[in-house]
């Protein structure tokens, strides 16, 4: 009886999603890089970094299922 999203739906959250958290990911990792160079702490800053930037890899590749999936229903 739950809400059951369509592949297309699917498809456009998980691509935008994975796609922002990809580029928070590199910005973050790029900041990361300036701390380490400016004598800042900046190991746990760029560790979530590194964990943002792989979420939003295995997003985009669940967008890039669903999208082969949509494109099989029709």
């Known amino acids: 009886m739950g809400f059951k999203l369509q592949p297309k739906t699917k ?4 691509a935008s999603s994975g796609l922002m958290l990809v580029g928070l990911g590199l910005s973050m990792a790029i900041d990361a890089g300036f701390k380490r160079y400016g004598g800042e702490p900046w190991f746990f800053y760029g560790a979530i970094a590194l964990i ?8 985009f590749g669940q967008a890039v299922i669903e999208f082969i999936r949509w494109k099989n229903l029709r």
């Open 11 to 14: 498809w456009l959250l998980y």
């Open 52 to 59: 943002v930037f792989n979420s939003g890899i295995s997003l």
